[in-house]
T-cell receptor, first 111, second 118 residues
């Protein structure tokens, strides 16, 4: 069946470090791919998305490229800030109102 | 602010209580969802409504009873819960209606209700 695999956390970085959070997926058809972020005590917020192969989603300095050949959608940011500390979820969506979420990766950025 | 609100934000209840969670979306969407988020587990989709009709029920125990009176409101009625039901309950909405990519699928989440069952 369809699935999403994220790297285990937590990920701890110093401020201004480069961030990569790996996400790979298994799916039939052509899903859309999403990154959501969850700050402490809050719900999930859409961070970025890509709807077809080779699309790049970007927002707030974060980027991810939909790679069909490697079935990946890795999240990157060139210079993280303390305010980026949160849990990041990779998800795939198909046209049946179903999302499949990864287990989440906690990011902690130290000043 | 995502346009999806949930009340209450926190709830403590005993196993014999009856309570309800409320979700409201101000986005003009047609599909609404309930998820359960427990520690160290992936988000679990519980129920999906599209145009007020329930389209998914992922083997959720009957002590959870959803209600969708219109496309803007979604309730989750709780009755005789167990301590293992303690979790963050998240509501989401999307445009729905058509299968396909992009905006129709993007889900927007509320802040959640943190539930503790004693």
């Amino acid at each position: 069946g369809d699935s999403v695999t994220q790297m285990e956390g937590p990920v701890t970085l110093s401020e201004e470090a480069f961030l990569t959070i790996n996400c790979t997926y298994t799916a039939t058809g052509y899903p859309s791919l999403f990154w959501y972020v969850q700050y402490p005590g809050e719900g999930l917020q859409l961070l970025l998305k890509a709807t077809k192969a080779d699309d790049k989603g970007s927002n707030k300095g974060f980027e991810a490229t939909y790679r069909k050949e490697t079935t990946s959608f890795h999240l990157e940011k060139g210079s993280v800030q303390v305010s980026d500390s949160a849990v990041y979820f990779c998800a795939l969506g198909k046209g049946t109102y179903k999302y499949i979420f990864g287990t989440g990766t906690r990011l902690k950025v130290l000043a | 602010e995502t346009g999806v609100t949930q009340t209450p934000r926190h709830l403590v209840m005993g196993m014999t209580n009856k309570k309800s969670l409320k979700c409201e979306q101000h986005l003009g969407h047609n599909a609404m969802y309930w998820y359960k988020q427990s520690a160290k587990k992936p988000l679990e989709l519980m129920f999906v409504y599209n145009f007020k009709e329930q389209t998914e029920n992922n083997s959720v125990p009957s002590r959870f009873s959803p209600e969708c009176p219109n496309s803007s409101h979604l309730f989750l009625h709780l009755h005789t819960l167990q301590p293992e039901d303690s979790a963050l309950y998240l509501c989401a909405s999307s445009q729905g209606l058509l299968p396909g990519g992009g905006e129709q699928e993007t889900q927007y989440f509320g802040p959640g209700t943190r539930l503790l069952v004693l």
